[in-house]
T-cell receptor, first 115, second 116 residues
């Protein structure tokens, strides 16, 4: 089966510009996660969707970050305007359901550099 | 709030040798899951092994095994017969299924290099 797809793989922007990342989860996976992985740190959850509803966005900087998951499949994460500290790898993950075995499947990530 | 600590930023091991990566966590919950994920260079993160807190038996997956010490809140990963392909970042993660979100709390990772 196809894995979690993300695009673009790399993006370089200047501060105050906007950027969008796209994620296509594994077919049939109801739960979708966006993580931010800053260099030297572990991934931090930004937002979690169950189908097309938000389950947890407590760590999403809502003044500049937004995310949507239309029709409960693909998802887009947007940053507007970007700051230098947003430089990180943005990981998308999906899971079959919120139940055992709780395994999350990760995409390759988008490496964002803000200059 | 739960926290996960990986105190070894980098480790190296000779091919075919055994290495142990450390992880400690802090929680007041009794029901939880612990995971080790592997992130090879420029590749996606994949699950290595999973441990349910209610199971006393340590999980094993081929060359990978864990030493789960619930009272000490310790969850170490042992890699036996290390191979060059084991070179990667290894993340320990905690998840409480009773939280309603099932989100992972990750440690900061250990960079493992297997030497030929």
């Amino acid at each position: 089966e196809a894995g979690v797809a993300q695009s673009p793989r790399y993006k370089i922007i200047e501060k105050r510009q906007s950027v969008a990342f796209w994620c296509n989860p594994i077919s049939g996976h109801a739960t979708l996660y966006w993580y931010q992985q800053i260099l030297g740190q572990g991934p931090k959850l930004l937002i979690q969707f169950q189908n097309n509803g938000v389950v947890d966005d407590s760590q999403l900087p809502k003044d500049r970050f937004s995310a949507e998951r239309l029709k409960g499949v693909d998802s887009t994460l947007k940053i507007q305007p970007a700051k230098l500290e947003d430089s990180a790898v943005y990981l998308c993950a999906s899971s079959l359901q919120t139940g055992v075995p709780y395994e999350q499947y990760f995409g390759p990530g988008t490496r964002l550099t803000v200059t | 709030a739960q926290t996960v600590t990986q105190s070894q930023p980098e480790m190296s091991v000779q091919e075919a040798e055994t290495v142990t990566l450390s992880c400690t966590y802090d929680t007041s919950e009794n029901n939880y899951y612990l995971f080790w994920y592997k992130q090879p260079p420029s590749r996606q993160m994949i699950l290595v092994i999973r441990q349910e807190a209610y199971k006393q038996q340590n999980a094993t997956e081929n060359r990978f095994s864990v030493n789960f010490q619930k009272a000490a809140k310790s969850f170490s990963l042992k890699i036996s017969d290390s191979q060059l392909g084991d070179t990667a970042m290894y993340f320990c993660a905690f998840m409480n299924p009773d939280s309603g979100t099932y989100k992972y709390i990750f440690g900061t990772g250990t960079r493992l290099k297997v030497l030929a």
